[in-house]
């Protein structure tokens, strides 16, 4: 017999290894991280950076990093700041957040300001700052990578490069960032008395242009620390202003970027923006874990590269430097890799060519001669084949013109004698809109304006279409007079080339209208928005009044109550369109009665209705006889797909009816609809209603309000949702709008 304290014991250690089986482990639940960037996407710095820390904080080990873009660098002001507080606050205020990481000093400074009131008391971590003491940050709270740039060590590497360096000229600009960094090359040019230089502030591009021609001589170099130039309120990326320098100096240009490495700088000891990335991701993982053990400010990792095409260029011997540290663009031996390949070849072709001289000993001279003249004529075949390229020659004297076979066959020809072409009728085979130019193109190379003849046109091929093709051509023969006799050309056919220019010259298009529909699209959020949040500021006003009766009192409350939904409604529509962008939208199915969400539908409408004070009647038809007809569907975004139709329906029709329901398809298919008898929708505007951010009215005064989101979300849920949309208009008769749901359901 055991004691009893004994048989406690056990039984009290197997229930909690009992229970330690059915509980998750925490160390399954994904740790939601904020990158927090202070410049746009497509700053190639801050790219690096958040690729750097997705690729160190990957889904597979648990984390889920929502990456920002502050994009400060071309948006400063306060309002901006204040707008993305705003942002921010309402996209977190449902996500709890674990930890947040910083690049750069704008981030640090919006952090600083809201982001204890937007992500809560979390711990951070964060790299890019420069002169990060003088915010003197909580360090047990704040830990992240010291910014600095080795110029000491660039300096000793200029030297070794440029031992007889007359000048070092330090360009830098007038940015925040442009002044600490000047700061730090002084403090380092004491340390090198050998030194001598001159420090460029960039203004503006004539400026840095100007001066540069004024100073630069051979024998000199070139240290960028920063050069970002406001141009029409926008600064650009350092790599696009790199002409200012390329163009103006013609010396080696040394810096402590990477992302300048691209036929730009010959190098130095640089930091690498996803480097910084990886660090800064991995003090948060650490800090996160509980293991982070080094101090609060670590080191920035640096790399001594160089570039090995443009020490060539600039006749620098790297061999001086050792060790020589990374070199891109080293060109390889070719010999030293394909040696066997090539010692093969060299060995085939030697016995090739002891056959072929055998060969010819015994062939004689005439059918030696005759073998070397078809060979040059079946070169000059081949040549021009494989450059799919026609042949044409132009006798002026004669009029007559030679075209090869390749010259019919890109015309879909099998021979040239049927195009029946010369000098009285070529214009025929040109498109009458290209004579002018071909014309004048052949009378510029005639008169000597131009060395060869040069032009782009349509050409009529066997198949009666017009096909583009790029003629070249030389007058080779002239008269006394000057006048042509003779010329030769070849053509090639560019219709790819003309179809993909069309493609960009489209995609541009289509990029300045999406651009533009977002302004307008944004001109009128700030309608929308401001025009609720007057009315809940001004009815709040009123209602401080004391002397309010009840009766204005309840009036001026529901008002406000009315003015919060739409403003809610309007934030709805921007939240939902942002997960779908994103992907983070998820469709939730379950089962429910169809019937009770119609009918509860029908009570908003109706309500809607008479809010409007319109002569419109609500009809609601169903295809099920059932009382209760249960689907399995997601309740809630069929609920806001009807919703949104019907809202629009009511928007649009003064009088009249609207009539909603449903009908089934097949066995897992309902088709829904909503039909009105509203003003229609005119032809041209059938093709973009489902376009994010477009109205049919887009006139500065509009008649019906909007944030012309609805149609794109209910199209982009249907989608999602695995099924399509589509209806029927005509302007003044009404619209009938039709969606069908694959889903489960029981005649």
């Known amino acids: 017999m055991f004691p009893k304290r004994a048989m406690k014991n056990i039984i009290l250690t197997i229930l909690l290894w009992l229970a330690s089986m059915g509980i998750p482990s925490a160390q399954n639940e994904f740790k939601d991280i904020v990158l927090l960037n202070s410049y746009h996407a497509t700053f190639k710095w801050t790219a690096d950076i958040t690729r750097g820390v997705l690729e160190e904080l990957p889904p597979e080990e648990n984390y889920r990093v929502f990456v920002e873009y502050m994009d400060s660098k071309r948006f400063q002001s306060d309002e901006y700041l204040q707008g993305l507080n705003n942002l921010f606050t309402k996209k977190y205020d449902s996500i709890r957040i674990d930890g947040v990481i910083i690049s750069d000093n704008n981030a640090l400074d919006f952090f600083l300001k809201y982001g204890n009131e937007i992500w809560g008391d979390v711990p951070v971590s964060f790299c890019g700052i420069n002169n990060i003491h003088k915010y003197s940050p909580d360090t047990t709270r704040f830990r992240g990578i010291d910014e600095k740039i080795n110029i000491d060590s660039t300096l000793s590497i200029i030297k070794v490069l440029q031992p007889d360096l007359e000048e070092l000229i330090v360009v830098s600009d007038s940015t925040h960032s442009g002044q600490i960094f000047s700061n730090q ?38 240290y960028l620390l ?56 991995t003090i948060m993982k650490e800090t996160l874990k509980g293991t982070y053990c080094t101090p609060w400010l670590a080191d920035p990792q640096e790399i001594l590269a160089l570039d090995y095409r443009q020490a060539n260029r600039n006749g620098l011997n790297l061999m001086k430097l050792v060790p020589p540290g990374i070199l891109l663009n080293k060109p390889e031996n070719p010999f030293q890799r394909f040696k066997q390949e090539i010692i093969i070849i060299l060995s085939i072709l030697s016995f090739l060519v002891i056959v072929i001289i055998v060969l010819l000993r015994v062939i004689n001279q005439k059918r030696k001669a005759e073998a070397n003249l078809a060979f040059s004529e079946s070169r000059l075949e081949l040549a021009l084949d494989g450059a799919n390229e026609g042949l044409w020659d132009v006798d002026f004297v004669n009029g007559e013109v030679f075209l090869s076979h390749r010259f019919a066959r890109l015309l879909k020809y099998n021979n040239p004698n049927e195009l029946d072409f010369n000098t009285t009728n070529y214009r025929n085979l040109f498109h009458p809109d290209d004579h002018q130019q071909v014309s004048e193109a052949f009378q510029m190379h005639k008169e000597g304006l131009t060395t060869v003849f040069r032009c782009e046109a349509r050409l009529l091929n066997n198949y009666e279409q017009y096909v583009w093709f790029s003629i070249h051509g030389k007058i080779t023969e002239r008269d006394i007079t000057r006048e042509p006799v003779r010329m030769v050309g070849t053509i090639n056919e560019i219709q790819s080339q003309k179809e993909f220019e069309n493609q960009l010259r489209e995609a541009k298009e289509k990029a300045e209208e999406s651009d533009r529909l977002k302004s307008a699209f944004l001109a009128n959020m700030s309608h929308e928005i401001r025009t609720p949040m007057n009315a809940i500021l001004g009815f709040t006003d009123l209602i401080l009044n004391d002397l309010l009766e009840r009766n204005e009192r309840n009036k001026y409350l529901r008002v406000i109550k009315n003015s919060g939904e739409n403003l809610l409604n309007i934030i709805n529509d921007i939240i939902d369109i942002s997960k779908i962008e994103s992907g983070q939208l998820k469709i939730k199915e379950e089962k429910f009665d169809l019937h009770t969400v119609l009918q509860n539908i029908q009570n908003i409408a109706e309500s809607l209705i008479n809010q409007e004070e319109k002569d419109i009647r609500f009809l609601l038809t169903t295809d099920s006889s059932k009382e209760v007809f249960q689907i399995r569907a997601d309740q809630y975004r069929l609920h806001q797909l009807l919703l949104n139709l019907i809202t629009n329906a009511i928007k649009f029709t003064d009088e009249g009816t609207i009539e909603a329901g449903y009908f089934i398809r097949d066995k897992e298919t309902l088709v829904f609809f909503v039909k009105d008898t509203g003003r229609g929708i005119a032809s041209r505007f059938k093709n973009i209603i489902f376009e994010r951010f477009r109205q049919i009215d887009e006139s500065p005064v509009r008649k019906f309000g909007g944030t012309g989101l609805g149609l794109a979300i209910t199209k982009s849920l249907i989608t999602i949702m695995k099924g399509d949309i589509w209806f029927d208009s005509e302007p003044g008769k009404g619209s009938e709008f039709y969606f069908s749901l694959p889903c489960e359901f029981n005649q």
Not at 201 to 216: F, V
Not at 250 to 273: A, Q, T
Request: with cysteine; charged share 20%.
């Open 226 to 281: 920063s050069l970002y130039i406001n141009r029409g309120g926008f600064p650009r990326e350092m790599l696009e202003e790199a002409p200012l320098i390329i163009d103006n100096c013609k010396v080696p240009v040394y810096s402590n970027w990477d992302f300048l490495f691209n036929d730009f700088i010959v190098g130095g000891v640089v930091i690498r923006g996803v480097n910084q990335g990886r660090k800064a991701a």
């Open 185 to 222: 090359f002084a403090e380092a040019a004491k340390r090198h008395p050998w030194l001598k230089y001159q420090i460029l502030h960039a203004d503006t591009p004539w400026q840095l242009s100007t001066e540069l021609r004024t100073i630069c001589t051979p024998n000199k170099a070139i």
